[in-house]
């Protein structure tokens, strides 16, 4: 058992205990990921109802509520715990201003796939940067440290990144998102990946 699953498991240990400290030390280094989990999942439908940092304050309510209950003892039950708690939420706010009438469990199946593809994009996003922190995967679970990461590239290196590598769009699609010529969007692109490559090998030989 490596360090972050033996630091995963005492935690779980406690804050299922309902140790409000526990609690944070535990799911607060998991909300950059599920901020960008529930953005690329959010229909523009919704902009101005609700957003990704409204989406992911409740699934982690809803994991601190619901952590006695969770059976799971590794980092990686974990991730899969949260993602069915945040497909749950982005399904109740959908029905909720989309009116639907009835709880749709086939949609929040869907959701949850949906969900674990996005994660196996930000893993795929490790070879478009060249790079394999293995060092800090081996205490983190990839996933989880590159959504860390991109959170903390300037915004326009991030949008291109997103945009690109996991909503998969064409560099046509992206500069007429961002309002920039294709050209600029190309050399944009190249410029946040050697950001990223840069800040993951930063992480690594920390």
């Known amino acids: 058992m490596n360090e972050t699953s033996r630091s995963v498991a005492r935690l779980l240990e406690d804050a299922k205990r309902r140790d409000?400290?526990?609690q944070g030390k535990l799911l607060d280094p998991y909300r950059p990921w599920l901020q960008l989990l529930a953005r690329l999942q959010l229909d523009s439908r919704f902009q101005g109802k609700f957003d990704a940092s409204d989406i992911v304050q409740q699934t982690l309510l809803e994991a601190c509520r619901d952590l006695p209950r969770f059976r799971g003892q590794t980092e990686l039950e974990l991730l899969a715990w949260l993602r069915k708690i945040l497909a749950h939420v982005i399904a109740h706010e959908v029905r909720r201003y989309g009116r639907a009438e009835k709880r749709d469990v086939a949609h929040e199946v869907s959701l949850e796939q949906a969900l674990a593809q996005s994660s196996r994009r930000l893993g795929n996003l490790l070879a478009a940067s060249?790079?394999?922190?293995?060092?800090?995967?081996a205490r983190r679970e990839q996933e989880v440290l590159l959504a860390e990461v991109l959170a903390q590239l300037p915004q326009d290196y991030r949008d291109v990144i997103i945009l690109r590598n996991l909503e998969g769009l064409a560099h046509e699609q992206i500069a007429d998102r961002m309002g920039r010529s294709v050209g600029a969007v190309r050399m944009l692109w190249v410029r946040a990946l050697e950001r990223l490559r840069k800040e993951l090998d930063r992480c690594d030989s920390a």
């Open 20 to 22: 409000g400290l526990a």
């Open 130 to 137: 060249g790079t394999s922190p293995s060092h800090q995967a």
